[in-house]
Structures are given as C-alpha cells and as structure tokens.
C-alpha cells in the first residue's frame, strides 16, 4: 500500500542550521498493515509521515501509495489516498466552522467541490450517527463552532473525518499525546476500531512504548532519520515495554547519549 | 434627507466592497493592500468603456474581471512565490497605479454626460423621487446579492474556501487545493472592490486615477462593524451584518458631516472609530507584555475615553457660524383655512426673509386640531424644547401659550384682541416676552354692510361658541351694533360642530332674514352645514371670514390673514435678530375687506348698490397692492458657497482675487450676502463630501474654484446657479461640449496656462535653442493638457520637445539628471503640482549646469526660476467674482458662454540669467511685473 525507497530530505540545505532529518528510508506497508512508529525526539518520524503525506517533496528516493507514484504529486492531490491526525487538537479541525460543516468537509475528501450542492438534511442526519458513536456528547452540537469543544471532542471528531471517507491510508501523529488520559484512552479505542472496520493501511506515530506493542501488527523504531528497527511476529509479541526502553538505551553509542539522558528515556518513555 | 438617502446608496455601493473583503480578510485572513488599485481600476475600466458607447452593464462587468484579474496577480504573488501577502498586495497596488493610468489615458474621465447603470436605472423606474428611487433599487440588488453570496457561501465550494482560511493544514489534508482558493478569494475581493469602484464612478459623474486611496480601510472597518454587530458562524447573518456595516459607515460620515464637523478630520474621525470597534471587540491583538498589566477592559475604557476627548475637542473648537440654529415652534388651534392660510403666508414670508429650515432655523410646527387638551401638550413640549421664538395662531393657542412660556418670545397672529386675554393694556404696554398682531372685524361694520346689502331686513340670526373668549366678545359687540341699528338679533349657542347644522335649522325656524356670523373658529369648521340649511331656504348668509365667501355667502367682511401671516413673519424676524418683544409694539392688522358675492346675490334677488360695490374694490385693491408690497421689499438675504479642493498657491490667489471682488467696496454686505468657504485640502473623498453639502444645505450661489471643485459640486447640484474659475478646460472637466453649449446651471472661465506665449518667448530670448525639456506627472490632468499645448507649440515655433515623467516628487533629481543627458537647451514646466513641490531643486540643479529654467507660475522666481510667465491668478480671481456678480443680479449661467481667460504676467530672476550667461534687452526687463535681482 505504501512503498518509500530511497527517501532523504534535508531542511535548509548548505545552511548551517541544515537538519539531515530523513537519511534513506526504505519502507513497505502492506495493505491493512497497522504501524507503530517509535522513535526519539527529532528522530524524524512527523517528517517521515509529511513525506508520505506529501506536505514537502523528498529531495532524492520515490514514494508510492496504492500502487501510483506520488513522489511528485501535491498534499492535496493524495488527500483522495491518505487521511490524517495530527497530535494538536487544533490542526484538524476548521474552529470557526460548525461541526456539522467540518464534516461536510471530510466527506467531500477526493470528490469535487462543487458551487452548488451542499450541506442537505438527510447528510445532517447522518453525521448525527456517525458523531453520536464517538460518545462525546457531540450529537446534539451539530451547530456548534469547533472553536467551543474540547481538545478530546476534537480530537475525537478529526479522527471521524478522516475516516469518513473511506481513505485508503490512515496517518497519525502522536494523535492522543495532548489529551487527558480519559480523553486518549477513548480516541485510541476509536482508531483501533475504525481501522479494523474499515480495513484501514495505519502508521501511527506515538511515545508510549505500550501503546506501541498494544495496537497494531507491526512496530517500525527510527533514530537519527533512519530506521533502526522494524519489529512483527513473533519477535514483536515477545517483546515488553521495558526491552523497548533497553533497545533504546543500545542505540546509545549511535546517538552519543550521555548515561544521564538514559534516565531521561526511561522515564519519557515509560 | 437627501444626505440620508445619499449615505444609505453610497452604503449599499460599498457593500459590494465590504462583501468582498470579507472573502479576503475574514474568511482567508489575509489584509489585502490591493483593492486600493482594483477600486480605481474598476472605475477607470469601466469609465473608459462609457466613454466608448459600451453598454453600462457590460462595463460594469468588465471592470469586475479586471479587478479579479488584478487580485490574482497579488494571489500569484503570495502562492507562488511566497512572498507575504501584505507585500504582495503593496506591489501590485503600486503597479496598478501606472496600469490605471494607461487605461484611462488621462487622470480624470468625466461620466457627466454617458449613459451609466444610473441612468438606466433613472429611466426604467420611473416612479418616487429620483435618490429614494435608486435606494430602492440598489437596496434590492443588494439583498438579492447577499442572499445569493450568503448561499454561494454555503455550498460544498464556499465550504472548502472558508475551510481553507479558516486552517489551512487540515484543509490541504483534506484534499483542498488551499492555493487555488486563496486565488480565488484574492480575486473575488478585488472583482468586488472594483465593482464598488465602477459603481462609485458612475454614481459621482467620474473616475480619477487616485480615487481610491484608503479603500483597504473603508472595507475594513464594514467588515470590522457589521462582525461586532453579528457574532454567530451563520454566513446569512454574517454577511448581513457586513452590509449593514457598510451602511452604517456612511451613516457615520453623513452624521459628521451632519453635525458640521471639519470634514479635514472625517479620516481621523474614521481611524479612531475603527479601533474604538476593534477594541471593543476585543479583536485587539494581545500586547502579551502590556496586556498584563493593562487588561483588555482598561483599554477599551482608554480607547473609549480617548475618543470622546478628540470629540469634545473637536465640539469645543467647532467653528462659531455652526452654532445651533434657532428654535422656532409654531402652534395653531385647527385646520381652519384662516390659520393655515396665515401659517403658510408666514412660513412663505420667512422664506423671503431668507430663513431655511434645517439650515439656520428649525421649525416644530402643531396643530392641535381643535383639542384644547392637545394644545397643551404641544405648549408643554414647547415648553421642554425651549424655543427661540414660538408663533401662535388664533386666540386659543396665544392663550396657552401665555399661560405656560413666560420667558420665551411668543409673537400671535389671527387674533381678534390681544387684550381681552391679558396680553397688555395697550398696544405698547403690554407683557414684555409677547409682541404679535391682530385685528378684530369691526362688527358696526358688518351691521353697515348688511343693512346696506339687504335694507328690508329686520331680525338677523347668530350663533357662536360660548367657550371661546373671543367669540363671546365678538357676539356682545354684534349684538350691540345691530341693536343700536335698529335691528333684532336671534341667537344661539353651539359647542361642537355636529350641532352647527341643528342650531342653523333652529335659527331658520325663527323668522330671521339673514344669518350673520362673527368670527368663530367652530362655527366655521361647520360652515358647510350652515349652508346645506341656508342655500335651499334662500336666507342671506354674511359670513366674517372673507376666506369662505366662495363657499356660498352673499357678502364677507374681514381680513386678508396672509397679511397677518406677513406682519408676524417680520416681527418675528426682528426678535431672531435680537429684538425685545417688549420693544416691538402690538400691530392691529390695517387693510379690511369687503367681498361680495355676485352670482349668490343674484339667486337671492338681491341688488348690489354700486357705491357698496365700489368700496369692496378699493379695499381689494389695497390688500392687493399691500402684498405685492411685501413681496417686494422683503430682504433676501443670500448665501453663496465658495468651493476651493485645496490651498496651494494658486487656488490661493484666485480665491482671495474672488473674495476681494465679492466684497469690492462693501458690494457683498449690501447685498445681504453671506459667504461661505469650504476647502477640500486636496482630499478627493472631502471634495465630494463638500459639494453634496453644498447643495443638501441649498446655497443660492455657488462658486468653486479648481477642475475638482468644478467637477464635483456639478455632479452633485443641476439647479443652484453655479460660477466657476481656475480650471485649465472645462470642456475635458465634462460640462459641456462647449463654450456655448454647457450645463445650462452653471458657467465660468477657462484659464489655460500661456504655453504657447512662453514657447514664443522663449524663441525670441533663445533664438538659436533647439530642444526644450519638459518634465511632467501623467496623473495630473491639467499638466497633461499643458504638455499637449507644449507639443503644438513646438511644433509652430521649432523646436523639439523632450518630455519625462515623474509621478512623485522623489523622483525629481533623478529625472532633471536623465534631462540633462538628453542635451536641452531649456527646460520647461507648466503647472504640474509635482514639479511645482521641488521647483527649489530643480532650480538649484538647472542653475548649476547653466539650462535656463522657465516656468508657467510667476512665483517661481523666487525659488530660482530664470522665468515665469503664467497667469495672475489673483486676476483670475477677480474675473470670477465679476462673472458670479452678473449671476446673482439675475443673469441666467445658461445664457452666459464659457469665457476663456487667462490674464498673462511675466516674472524674471536677473540673479539667475545672470549666472547662466543670458542677456536680456531692457525693453523685455521693463514688461516684466516682477523681477528678482
Ligand atoms: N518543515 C521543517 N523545516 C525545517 N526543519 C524541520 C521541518 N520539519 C522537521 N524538521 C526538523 O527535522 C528533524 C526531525 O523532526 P521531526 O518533527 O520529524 O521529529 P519527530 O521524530 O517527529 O520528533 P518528536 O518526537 O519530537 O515529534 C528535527 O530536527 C526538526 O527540527
Ligand atoms: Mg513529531
């Protein structure tokens, strides 16, 4: 489903402030593959999913999604392929549109938008269904800004509008890293079962190394802009958190971590 | 009125406007700089299109594309090249402003004479008064577009563009094109504004190439208003909102301009009101350092403060002619025709005497239809007001006005007797705030003239009201003087007018062989029950109110009470002049009048004897010739306007030649003329602001002085008399086609700088020069003609003419560089304002490399000019006034061609020759008015 071979991407070039943030990745995700990504701080796992997603275009290597190379095409362009969830509440979601009309949006997601046609009342009484199985007390706030609900309700509700049309790639972005724990919890029992229902192709960014095993089938680790790891099977399944933990402080040398950073890592990643 | 129907159709002109920065600044949050150049681009498209014979709509239409095209080049800009919105827009403006004057070909295109979407809409819809005619039309449109835009908005496309402003990030993963929507946007703003712009140039007769500096702010604030007014995600609501905005600012404008405030601070007034509504809007953005100390609440407080110290300075420091205007209340009793005839006479007389309602008096006029309970309030309301002076009509309404404004002047008319109301004792002595006039029907006469018209008769029959004191007294004298002729007098009382027919009837029972009636305000609102008894019975009717006669009476005796309105008129003019009533004595009315009626005596049998009917022709005669009197000799005090756009030095010069004229040996007090002056500090919005006051306060004279002056107020005004000077071609201005042929309120004098006596000059000084430079700014409309003269006369006198542009005066030193390398052998300016700004420089820098330097203003030699050779414009000046003098002694502007002026004077700088090596023959020193040495 998702196929990069040979991806780099430096930021500001020749300039001394230049970030080598992907150094040749190569990656296949199969079709309904659920991909945990870990990595360190600035590890470059957002610009591995922006890459894919297509907000900037690699500087070497090709990226295929759904068997059509989009090396070269737009965000927008892939939007009818990919959908996503970034870790800001506030990215997903247009705050000063109403709910229902954010969801017009995702749904309109690879078709036209056309001067006429609109937001109609059997859709309306659609997307009261829909919001009402986020059990986020949305459905009676069809009319409501964005600009007035929770972080979790919006989180929640981006989440739903990227799936609801039926994407054929789901990105994730650290998506449950800003909300309260009752809040993730929630939006994380959503993810895992929009994309089983809908037979989603997922890679999920995320810091919790349970979260990590938790979901999905597979577990890619990056460092320093490449990958360092790709876990499945059986080794995946055997694995706990705490190896994790262990695999990253191995990775010491490479990223020349002082031992007190260790600690740090511990505890982050705990 | 009409400044309020001409705010609410600029408003809705604007809204168009409004509605389109919405699109960029609300929904893409981008403050796009370019509409100030798509505005006037839009009216620079479609006026040259006009101009072309294209159809109004179709250019309107055109000018919205080219606007849009124009918004796309800024969104190019941004999207493509990254470059910041706001910098963008600035380059693109700036662009335009040499791409609008390459569409218009000139600075200024008069639509005064085109068919334009207006005069369609004047000609399609030919009901209600023209401006309320268009408010409706244009009010439609609008909603129409707003329910349309509203709609627009809410389809599956307007979605995508509001998302796309509203965050870009998700709209882009969504799978919007955020690009071709900030494109779009861009472009939509700017097809707004330059409709707006189209609509503008058609509605004020032209479009001028710096029309639309300070649009961004105009469609900002609606947007920044209407959304303070309306705070709901509903675009129907929203958009509404923006409208009404829109709206409102015009209102804002007017009310300022309403209350006489300067309209030289209406752009302070406009900034300051912005932010008053941003921060009270909290839309403010956050001073995170100062917010903290000073919260949001404390600046709307210094925000609010701040603006109403700048308008009570601004109230404080009004000019002293703005003072309030004085209050005057006029009361009648009903609408007896008596009192409305002696209402309207006095309204009529006040008129001549030069009083304007709204302008320098204001009028509250009541009737309290005959309702003593009413005629209280409206004293009391009076009362409340404090009025200048109150006018009352008939005895009931003096009565209680008497009793309740004891220190207002009260001045009455169409009274019998002051004095039996207690006014005074005498006509001289009498309470010291109430003067007025009046006059009772002498009822000895009345028994004369019925004896006289009907000798056999014996019993007459009366009747009155006894509840007012007048009529009482007017019954007890009637009865007395018939009595003491030997006559018998049946009477009776009525109380309300239903009885009038019934106590007629009764009277008629009883044998009587006239039926005569005092002066009675009821009896005579019933007087057509009286006849409907009187007419089938035959019975002679002679009636005190000579009004009424026509209605069926054999004779009536009494006043003509438009006279009474005219005394009261004067005497009330004499107390708004600072008068003491108690010094002006009662004035008892002079002239009676007999009528009679020929055709009723006739039906009746009855013999009018000649002597009778002689002494009713005299006493018509003398009313007659009392009025005609009045009519004449009434002061009219007159008010002319005189218009100048801005003080440079020569607007200064004709304007003061002009006043110096108008007011030659005192010409202007004796003929009662009060001069206003009005100045547009060169500010174009203003100019036009002036000239729709100028006619809404309804001068009688206007006067301008400048092509902009010139071009607005006859835009603006079709019928005041109009005189006009210092404008280089009238005809170009767009009021005629020539100087015989020409807007037939207005005409003038043309003053064409003397190009082509300062080229021939300039041969006879340089015979053997050959090229002559010339440095001039496009978007100046007289100096381009100035520059077309240059090219002929050169042409005639052989040389050949270099000519630069300049459109700042920055670029001055820059351009006198390039001139120099182009080998000339003088330079030459005529009357461009941006040269004009640097002549020191220019000057300076000519002197330096020995290039004569000869100007068009004669002034300029004393900044360093060898020569100017222009006209006196104090002359100019002076001419003017004598053209306005003829107006106003009753010439008709229409009969009086357009005369071309131009009063030539030469000025010399013999420093300067001499230091550049020029040699100049004393007979040409001694012509010079003026020399530098
Ligand atoms: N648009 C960009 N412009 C410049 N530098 C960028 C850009 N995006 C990412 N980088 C840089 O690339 C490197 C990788 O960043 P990235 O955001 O991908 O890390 P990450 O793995 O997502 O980290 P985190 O766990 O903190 O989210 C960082 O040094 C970052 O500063
Ligand atoms: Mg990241």
Redesign the interface.
């Known amino acids: 489903m998702i196929r990069l071979v040979g991806v780099h991407k430096r930021f500001f070039p020749g300039d001394n402030s230049e970030v080598y943030a992907l150094r040749g990745i190569d990656l296949q995700v199969a079709e309904g593959d659920f991909v945990t990504l870990i990595g360190t701080n600035g590890s470059g796992k957002s610009t591995l999913l922006n890459a894919i997603?297509g907000?900037f275009f690699p500087d070497r290597g090709t990226i295929t999604v759904a068997g059509d190379d989009v090396t070269k095409r737009?965000?927008?362009?892939r939007?009818?392929y990919?959908?996503?969830v970034?870790q800001n509440p506030f990215?997903?979601?247009?705050?000063?549109?109403?709910v229902a009309?954010?969801l017009?949006?995702?749904e309109?997601?690879?078709k036209p938008?056309?001067?006429?046609?609109?937001?109609g009342r059997s859709s309306r009484a659609r997307y009261g269904d829909e919001v009402k199985r986020l059990e986020m007390q949305l459905e009676d706030r069809l009319?409501a800004?964005i600009g007035t609900l929770s972080g979790g309700q919006r989180q929640a509700l981006t989440l739903l509008?990227a799936v609801m049309a039926d994407p054929k790639v789901l990105l994730l972005d650290e998506h449950t890293a800003a909300l309260d724990p009752k809040s993730a919890a929630q939006v994380a029992k959503l993810t895992v079962a929009f994309v089983r229902e809908r037979k989603l192709t997922a890679v999920m960014v995320t810091h919790s190394m349970e979260q990590a095993l938790e979901l999905g089938n597979r577990t890619v680790m990056m460092v320093l802009g490449s990958i360092v790891e790709d876990l499945v099977e059986q080794e995946r399944r055997r694995l706990t958190p705490d190896d994790l933990v262990e695999k990253f402080a191995d990775l010491r040398k490479v990223e020349r971590l002082t031992p007190e950073l260790r600690e740090v890592l511990r505890a982050e990643y705990r | 009125m009409e400044l309020w129907i001409g705010a609410l159709n600029l408003g809705l002109l604007y809204a168009f406007l409004a509605l389109g920065t919405f699109v960029t600044y609300r929904i893409q949050n981008l403050a796009d700089v370019t509409v100030d150049g798509s505005f006037t681009l839009g009216a620079a498209l479609a006026a040259i299109l006009l101009v072309l014979g294209v159809h109004p709509l179709l250019a309107t239409a055109a000018a919205v594309v080219g606007g849009a095209l124009a918004g796309a080049v800024t969104a190019f800009l941004h999207t493509r090249f990254r470059i910041n919105a706001l910098l963008a827009g600035i380059l693109v403006m700036t662009a335009l402003y040499s791409v609008n004057l390459h569409v218009m070909g000139r600075a200024n295109i008069p639509l005064l004479q085109t068919k334009t979407v207006f005069t369609i809409i004047e000609r399609s819809v030919p009901v209600l008064r023209p401006e309320l005619r268009l408010a409706v039309v244009l009010s439609s449109v609008v909603l129409a577009y707003w329910a349309f835009a509203s709609a627009?908005l809410?389809?599956?496309?307007?979605?995508?563009l509001?998302?796309a402003g509203?965050?870009p990030?998700?709209?882009?993963?969504?799978?919007?094109?955020?690009n071709r929507m900030v494109l779009f946007s861009v472009a939509l703003g700017n097809g707004h504004a330059a409709l707006t712009g189209a609509l503008v140039a058609q509605y004020q007769g032209f479009a001028d190439v710096s029309m639309g500096v300070g649009t961004v702010v105009l469609g900002m604030a609606s947007v920044i208003l209407g959304e303070s007014l309306a705070r709901t995600?509903n675009v129907f609501v929203r958009l509404l909102g923006v409208i009404v905005g829109a709206i409102i600012f015009r209102f804002l404008v007017a009310l300022a301009l309403f209350v006489g405030l300067n309209p030289v601070d209406l752009k302070l007034l406009t900034a300051g009101f912005v932010l008053a509504t941003l921060v009270a809007s909290g839309k403010l953005p956050s001073l995170s350092s100062l917010s903290s100390r000073w919260p949001r609440g404390r600046w709307a407080a210094a925000g609010v403060l701040g603006l109403a110290g700048i308008a009570l300075a601004v109230w404080a420091f009004r000019p002293k002619h703005e003072a309030r205007v004085p209050l005057v209340g006029i009361v009648q009793y009903n609408d007896n025709p008596v009192l409305d005839r002696t209402r309207e006479a006095f309204l009529e007389e006040m008129g001549r005497l030069g009083y304007r309602d709204g302008v320098n008096v204001q009028w509250m006029v009541h009737n309290a239809q005959g309702d003593t309970p009413t005629l209280r309030s409206i004293v009391d309301a009076f009362a409340r007001r404090r009025p200048d002076l109150v006018l009352t009509i008939s005895t009931p309404a003096t009565q209680a006005a008497l009793g309740r404004l004891k220190d207002c002047p009260i001045v009455f008319a169409t009274i019998a007797s002051p004095f039996i109301i207690q006014a005074g004792q005498s006509d001289t002595d009498h309470l010291p705030n109430v003067t007025g006039t009046y006059g009772a029907v002498p009822m000895d006469k009345m028994v004369e003239v019925v004896q006289r018209l009907l000798p056999r008769a014996r019993r007459l029959g009366t009747m009155w009201d006894p509840s007012a004191t007048n009529s009482a007294v007017n019954a007890e004298q009637f009865i007395a003087a018939a009595k003491a002729a030997g006559l018998t007098v049946e009477a009776t009382h009525v109380t309300t007018v239903t009885e009038v027919q019934q106590a007629t009837e009764a009277l008629a029972q009883k044998n009587i062989d006239a039926i005569v009636l005092v002066p009675d305000n009821l009896v005579f609102s019933g007087l057509d029950a009286v006849l409907k008894v009187t007419k089938p019975r035959k019975l002679p009717l002679v009636i005190s109110d000579q009004e009424r006669m026509e209605a069926g009476a054999l004779a009536a005796i009494g006043h003509d009470y438009a006279l009474s309105g005219i005394q009261a008129a004067r005497i009330a003019h004499r107390i708004l002049q600072g008068e003491s009533p108690k010094d002006i004595p009662f004035e008892p009315y002079r002239n009676l009048m007999i009528r009679l009626n020929a055709p009723v005596a006739k039906e009746l049998g009855v013999i009018i004897a000649p002597d009778l009917q002689a002494e009713a022709d005299r006493s018509a005669q003398q009313v007659a010739a009392y009025l005609e009197e009045a009519r004449r000799t009434s002061i009219k005090p007159r008010r002319v306007a005189v218009f100048s756009f801005s003080d440079s030095v020569v607007l200064a010069d004709s304007e003061r030649g002009l006043l110096d004229e108008l007011r030659d040996q005192g010409w202007s007090d004796r003929e009662h003329l009060t001069i206003d002056i009005k100045n547009a500090q060169g500010d174009f919005a203003t100019a036009n602001a002036i000239a729709e006051d100028i006619v809404r306060l309804r001068y009688d004279f206007i006067i301008t002085i400048s092509t902009i002056a010139l071009q607005t107020t006859a835009k603006a005004n079709r019928s005041i008399p109009h005189v006009f000077g210092t404008v280089t071609d009238p005809l170009r201005a767009g009021i005629g086609t020539s100087f015989t042929s020409h807007q037939s309120n207005l005409t003038g004098l043309a003053t064409m700088q003397p190009v082509r006596t300062t080229v021939r000059v300039i041969r006879e000084l340089f015979p053997k020069a050959k090229r002559i430079g010339i440095l001039w700014n496009p978007s100046e409309a007289s100096s381009e003609v100035c520059t077309f003269a240059a090219r002929v006369a050169c042409k005639e006198y052989g040389f050949e003419l270099v000519e630069l542009h300049v459109s700042a005066s920055g670029e001055l030193v820059d351009a006198v560089h390039a001139m120099l390398k182009k080998d000339i052998d003088v330079f030459f300016t005529s009357g461009d304002v941006t040269v004009s700004m640097g002549v020191d420089t220019v000057a300076a820098l000519l002197a330096r490399h020995n290039i004569p330097y000869v100007t068009n203003a004669p002034s300029d030699v004393d900044h360093g000019a060898f020569m100017g050779l222009g006209a006196n414009y104090y002359d100019v000046g002076r001419v003017t006034g004598k053209l306005a003098k003829r107006v106003m002694g009753g010439a008709r502007p229409e009969a009086i061609a357009i005369e071309s002026y131009t009063p030539e004077q030469v000025a010399l700088n013999l420093r300067v020759a001499q230091q550049i090596g020029v040699v100049l023959s004393s007979e040409f020193v001694a012509k010079a008015s003026k020399v530098v040495r």
């Open positions: 997603a907000s737009p965000d927008y362009w939007a009818r990919i959908a996503r970034f990215s997903g979601t247009a705050p000063d549109l109403t009309e954010n017009r949006l995702a309109l997601r690879g938008r056309h001067p006429w046609g609109g937001l009319d800004t509008m | 627009f809410r389809t599956d496309f307007g979605l995508s509001r998302g509203n965050n990030v998700m709209a882009a993963a969504g799978g919007v094109n955020v995600p």
